[in-house]
T-cell receptor, first 114, second 117 residues
Framework: AQTVTQSQPEMSVQEAETVTLSCTYD???????LFWYKQPPSRQMILVIR??????QNATENRFSVNFQKAAKSFSLKISDSQLGDTAMYFC???????????FGKGTRLHILP | ETGVTQSPTHLIKTRGQQVTLRCSSQ?????VSWYQQALGQGPQFIFQ???????GRGNFPPRFSGLQFPNYSSELNVNALELDDSALYLC????????????????FGPGTRLTVL
């Protein structure tokens, strides 16, 4: 069975700083997707970034980038130039395509301080 | 392109009652997945519907049941409500396809907050 572990329950950084959220996972699958979802206080789960395991290149979406280490089963999220609107709960997630369920970690609560 | 919508936004029920939650999938998506998110936790998979058939189920009792309609909208029904059923219920839609299209990524609705008293 797949598991997703986020070891940082809560983090705080100053606005404009760079922050890295950690995630490790366990699977015997070779083909899978990894995601970071953001859940602000409004509770809407928003996709931040997606990484296909077969791709060696790390995914990037504007200020958000990942460090995907397949052998180490590590998938960290880097937020550059953090903004107040980045304050949210961040969930690391795993999915085996194409139809499978998403397995979520317990989340990291991120506070961006003015 | 319309996103995933859910109704109602929140509701309050008493123990033993039954509840129906609704979800409209994003345009072009034929798969709907339901998740339960307890306070302070990550979402837990309940079940998934693909083209009106159940296509996988998590560790939830049979009193959690669902339907998917020809227009791919979906319902989650919970019978004999228990206090522990109080949670945010999230619906996500997707459509299996080529990875390059990213349509198999699950996009979430705003959720329904259920409180059981």
């Amino acid at each position: 069975a797949q598991t997703v572990t986020q070891s940082q329950p809560e983090m705080s950084v100053q606005e404009a700083e760079t922050v890295t959220l950690s995630c490790t996972y366990d699977t015997s699958e070779n083909n899978y997707y990894l995601f970071w979802y953001k859940q602000p206080p409004s509770r809407q789960m928003i996709l931040v970034i997606r990484q296909e395991a077969y791709k060696q290149q790390n995914a990037t979406e504007n200020r958000f980038s990942v460090n995907f280490q397949k052998a180490a089963k590590s998938f960290s999220l880097k937020i550059s130039d953090s903004q107040l609107g980045d304050t949210a709960m961040y969930f690391c997630a795993f999915m085996k395509p194409p139809y499978d369920k998403i397995i979520f970690g317990k989340g990291t609560r991120l506070h961006i301080l003015p | 392109e319309t996103g995933v919508t859910q109704s109602p936004t929140h509701l309050i029920k008493t123990r033993g009652q039954q509840v129906t939650l609704r979800c409209s999938s994003q345009s072009g998506h034929n798969t709907v997945s339901w998740y339960q998110q307890a306070l302070g936790q990550g979402p837990q998979f309940i079940f998934q519907y693909y083209r009106e058939e159940e296509n996988g189920r998590g560790n939830f009792p049979p009193r959690f049941s669902g339907l998917q309609f020809p227009n791919y909208s979906s319902e989650l029904n919970v019978n004999a409500l228990e206090l522990d059923d109080s949670a945010l219920y999230l619906c996500a839609s997707s459509s299996p396809g080529l990875p390059e299209t990213s349509t198999d990524t699950q996009y979430f609705g705003p959720g329904t907050r259920l409180t059981v008293l």
